[in-house]
């Protein structure tokens, strides 16, 4: 994972409106492997080429939540850092990630 900024906490105190962090990760094909095990959604159209050949995706995709966790990293690993969690989300999957893609997660404060 290649991000803007080394890890770590930035206090409370020192959060303004507008910041933000990324990170930015290929999708492995272990990552898939390891996210239908630690979820236990082994829904073959991420496992399974043949079956997911003959889906409207037209080929294997990543789960929606293995690409969504990345916004977690950035919450936990840098904006704010260790110590945080976020409570909520809100998104939509607007295309498929395949193996071999790069997802860029991105989160900018807007509201404190």
Do not use: W
Not at 41 to 51: A, G, T
Not at 57 to 85: C, K, N, Y
């Amino acid at each position: 994972m290649l991000d803007n900024l080394p890890r770590g906490t930035i206090c409370i105190e020192d959060i303004e409106m507008g910041m933000s962090r990324h990170l930015h990760k290929v999708i492995s094909d272990e990552d898939i492997a390891l996210f239908a095990q630690v979820s236990t959604d082994h829904n073959p159209v991420h496992l399974d080429e043949r079956y997911a050949r003959d889906t409207i995706f037209q080929g294997r995709i990543a789960h929606g939540m293995l690409t969504a966790g990345l916004i977690s990293a950035v919450i936990g690993e840098q904006l704010p850092g260790h110590g945080s969690v976020y409570l909520g989300q809100s998104l939509k999957f607007l295309a498929p990630v395949r193996p071999g893609d790069l997802v860029y997660a991105e989160v900018t404060v807007s509201d404190i």
